[in-house]
């Protein structure tokens, strides 16, 4: 190997970063700009305005801004400049909010109820919503709208206890989650989300008027009454250049490399004071301030064994756990 050859096992530098890169980066701020409302008159900034703002060149700029126009989310005007065409709305995973009361200050949430019937539904939604064999459930499909451009396609599945009052009520003009509420006389508790972007098939790519095959968003929420039981299933099909989704997090103390949360040493063990009994056995260690778990009924099926304190619903056929398990 010659001094002027490269050697083949040195690790490899960072690669030069080309304009198509500075662009799409530019073109993702001003996309988050647009969803966060930064541009109120409906404007962006002039060409040498986001120069500056983003300290790239002028083809930079102007090649960001053709990714947007691209996208549908801009045009150019003569005389005024790039104007916002459509703007993304931020939906925030931080609550268990429906869509109309999310979306309701950017417009009117309409709903065009396309089935809305008992049937008996797949193996995987009774397992999900804890349904026994042979058991039927409630689906509602509807395609939602904002304002007169289609947002989404829902597909839900109920508890038919929950979701037959539901088929007399105004599914075209409510959010479900309200009516849920409306029907059971209480909140509902919590929900498990999980969000996924897919190629939409022509029949969904039809419905959303999105060009085919065009990647939307997939939710799956699954959501209980606050005794833990499981009620409302549902699989979204979201237009990925209308919705996105935000959350504030905070980083756990007992996440991986963040500083753990541990209970001191036993009693009569180095590091403990004497006299200092230490946590009580079996009993999870609590920051100061905090008070403890208390004794709490949870729902149990008709049928099922009786709950204990702090005990969670089970679905039936199950033994069902005791003290704090769920």
């Not at 010659?2 to 530019?26: F, L, M």
């Not at 995973?93 to 009117?108: H, I, K, Q, V």
């Amino acid at each position: 190997m010659t001094a002027s050859s490269p050697d083949p096992t040195a690790p490899a530098g960072p690669r030069a970063r080309t304009r198509a890169d500075r662009a799409r980066q530019v073109a993702e701020v001003l996309r988050r700009q647009i969803a966060s409302g930064a541009f109120p008159s409906g404007v962006l900034p002039d060409e040498r305005s986001l120069i500056a703002d983003h300290g790239v060149s002028r083809n930079t700029v102007r090649e960001a801004l053709g990714v947007l126009r691209d996208e549908g989310a801009v045009e150019r005007r003569q005389g005024v400049g790039t104007v916002v065409r459509r703007r993304t709305y931020e939906h925030t995973l931080e609550r268990l909010t429906g869509l109309a009361e999310t979306l309701s200050a950017y417009g009117r949430v309409s709903n065009e109820v396309r089935v809305a019937d008992v049937v008996r539904p797949p193996r995987e939604v009774a397992r999900k919503l804890c349904v026994p064999e042979g058991g039927q459930v409630v689906y509602i499909e509807r395609l939602r709208r904002l304002g007169e451009a289609p947002l989404s396609l829902d597909l839900t599945y109920l508890a038919t206890d929950i979701g037959r009052p539901l088929l007399d009520a105004d599914l075209a003009g409510r959010d479900l989650f309200s009516l849920i509420e409306e029907s059971v006389g209480g909140p509902l508790g919590s929900a498990s989300v999980t969000v996924h972007a897919v190629n939409a098939d022509p029949g969904t790519s039809a419905l959303l008027e999105t060009p085919p095959g065009q990647a939307v968003f997939t939710v799956e929420r699954l959501s209980r009454l606050p005794d833990g039981r499981p009620v409302d299933l549902e699989f979204l099909r979201i237009r990925g250049d209308r919705l996105a989704f935000r959350a504030e997090l905070d980083r756990d103390a007992g996440a991986p490399g963040g500083l753990p949360f541990a209970p001191g040493p036993a009693a009569g063990t180095p590091g403990r004071p004497p006299g200092d009994p230490g946590p009580a056995t079996d009993s999870p260690a609590i920051p100061p301030g905090v008070p403890g778990p208390t004794a709490a009924t949870r729902w149990s099926p008709p049928g099922g064994p009786r709950p204990t304190a702090a005990t969670y619903w089970s679905p039936p056929g199950t033994s069902g756990p005791t003290g704090n398990g769920r």
